[in-house]
């Protein structure tokens, strides 16, 4: 591995960075990512609607309806 150009540091030109796992180009790479993906949001306290997957909400005090 080099440096691509344009990104060499002086001094650390022998320096390159190691990539421990890749997610991209791999066929379960989509499955992956939307796994990372849903755990982020779910941490951050919102839940996957039944309805749709692709759907998170967050609860609002007394319920699910909107505040206004």
């Known amino acids: 591995m080099e ?3 344009g990104f ?7 320096k390159v960075c190691r990539l421990k796992k890749s997610l991209y180009g791999l066929k379960q790479a ?6 990372a993906f849903h755990t982020a949001l779910t941490e951050l306290g919102l839940k ?5 997957a692709g759907i998170y909400v967050r609860p609002q ?3 699910w309806a909107p505040s206004t």
Not at 30 to 35: A, K, L, S, V, Y
Request: with cysteine.
């Open 61 to 63: 005090r007394g319920g």
């Open 8 to 14: 060499i540091t002086s001094g650390a030109e022998l």
């Open 30 to 35: 989509p499955c992956q990512w939307n796994i």
């Open 3 to 5: 440096q691509p150009p």
């Open 48 to 52: 996957r609607t039944a309805c749709d």
